[in-house]
């Protein structure tokens, strides 16, 4: 099985992407984790150049997300919300369908006492909206975890 690790935030001690990389080292033998880069390279979503073919980096993130079996994705909360970069890369998934009934498990980091949880609804609001597959209950992790991940 092949997950595909998306970690909504470009800085580069990423506490979300630290906890996608932890998670990479808990995967099974028959299970492979590979982490999404290319968030920062995707261009500003617009319709008029949502085209065919689409930009390369924007066929580079569809493909990725055509070959997983299931996507993680786990968020910062910028101003109670997704930060762009995040909602940027899920609305050039809009009109190719790629998160279309595809297993999708959310998560959502930050060091407040509410672990990002608004930013996590917005996901998994944003996710509904793309009829991705959201299995189980989604995560949030408070800056307890933050710090064990981090140790
Ligand atoms: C512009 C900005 C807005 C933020 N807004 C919130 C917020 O609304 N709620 C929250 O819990 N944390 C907020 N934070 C704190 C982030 O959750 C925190 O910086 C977190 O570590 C970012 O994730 P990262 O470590 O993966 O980059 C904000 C941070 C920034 C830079």
Not at 22 to 33: G, V, Y
Not at 87 to 99: H, I, Q
Request: with cysteine; charged share 15%; proline share 8%.
């Amino acid at each position: 099985m092949e997950i595909l690790a998306i970690a909504g935030s470009l800085r580069i001690q990423s506490s979300n992407a630290a906890l996608v990389r932890a998670i990479a080292q808990l995967t099974s033998q028959n299970t492979t984790l590979k982490i999404y880069d290319g968030l920062g390279n995707l261009p500003p979503f617009s319709p008029d150049i949502d085209t065919e073919p689409p930009p390369q980096p924007v066929s580079h993130l569809r493909s990725k997300i055509s070959n997983a079996d299931a996507v993680l994705i786990c968020t910062p909360e910028y101003a109670y919300g997704m930060p762009g970069v995040l909602k940027n890369a899920l609305d050039w998934l809009v009109s190719s369908g790629s998160l279309y009934q595809k297993p999708v498990a959310a998560l959502s980091a930050s060091p407040s006492d509410r672990g990002g949880d608004r930013a996590l609804t917005w996901l998994l609001q944003t996710l509904t909206a793309l009829v991705a597959t959201v299995p189980g209950q989604s995560l949030i992790c408070n800056s307890i975890y933050k710090r064990e991940i981090s140790e």
